[in-house]
């Protein structure tokens, strides 16, 4: 039984902790001091979902269905171009850079979440498709290693959102999040042209 969830916490761990969108938008609302909560559960219950489709079996039915990642892919390039932009946006003008720690309002931030979440064809491919064939691999213990997946995603996301907090005497200076608004914009448009490109 261990073993099967810390196979599982392993392999889930090791495809979340990676600069992606989802994580750069998640790290930029905990520095904030926003209502991280209602986030961080969006992406926990979300992969949770995504987890349990793709060790269902369900990821070999999606496979059959290119046109719509394919979809996927240009609506979540489109968006995250824009979010791009307006990082830049932010980083590049002095004027605007004063909103900069701003908190997002709550309903705004939960639509970016879903968003940055749902619109990424690589979580399908990713979560679904790639987690879900090495669960299948380990027969009847998959479930086992899809909660050990599960677990991990939990733990990362609260990591993340909840642990930003400990960097806010960083970020009390402008130009930290001057910087950081760099990383996101570049982060969030090499992610969105790589999406468009990758499906034209």
């Not at 209602?38 to 979902?49: E, M």
């Not at 390039?77 to 309002?105: C, D, I, K, Q």
Request: glycine share 14%; net charge positive; charged share 10%.
């Amino acid at each position: 039984m261990l073993p099967l969830l810390l196979a599982g916490f392993g392999t889930g761990l090791s495809l979340i902790v990676a600069i992606g969108s989802q994580n750069a938008f998640l790290l930029q609302q905990g520095l904030r001091g926003g209502a991280v909560t209602p986030l961080v559960v969006i992406c926990a219950v979300s992969d949770l979902v995504l987890i349990g489709l793709g060790v269902s079996g369900i990821g070999a039915v999606i496979e059959q269905w290119p046109t719509a990642i394919g979809v996927i892919a240009v609506g979540g390039g489109l968006f995250l171009l824009g979010y791009g932009a307006l990082a830049a946006r932010r980083a590049f003008r002095p004027s605007v850079m004063t909103v900069g720690a701003e908190r997002t309002p709550l309903r705004k931030a939960v639509l970016a979440c879903v968003a940055f979440t749902w619109l990424n064809p690589h979580v399908y491919l990713d979560t679904v498709l790639l987690l879900g064939s090495v669960a299948v691999a380990h027969g009847d213990g998959r479930w086992l290693f899809g909660l050990g997946a599960g677990i991990a995603s939990a733990v990362w996301f609260s990591a993340l959102g909840f642990g930003a907090k400990k960097l806010a005497g960083v970020f009390a200076r402008p130009v930290a999040w001057r910087v950081l608004d760099v990383v996101i914009a570049v982060t969030m448009t090499g992610l969105g042209a790589a999406m468009l490109l990758s499906h034209v």
